[in-house]
């Protein structure tokens, strides 16, 4: 698991937001992008949150 909350450079389907946050939290990334999908459906910002992130979150060195 990652100390820090960073996007890693394999295994990641867009930006590697959501496999940045399961590995942070000790989650499946496939777990983590279906809750993605399905907050979708709710009305929300969740683009906008996905987008920061893509932007705030650096890329692992490893």
Do not use: N
């Amino acid at each position: 698991m990652a100390s820090t909350l960073t996007r890693p450079r394999h295994g990641k389907v867009i930006a590697g937001v959501c496999a940045g946050l399961a590995d942070r939290f000790g989650m499946s990334p496939f777990v983590v992008r279906l809750l993605f999908v399905i907050s979708c459906l709710l009305p929300g910002p969740q683009f906008v949150v996905y987008i920061v992130l893509w932007i705030l979150m650096p890329k692992r060195d490893y």
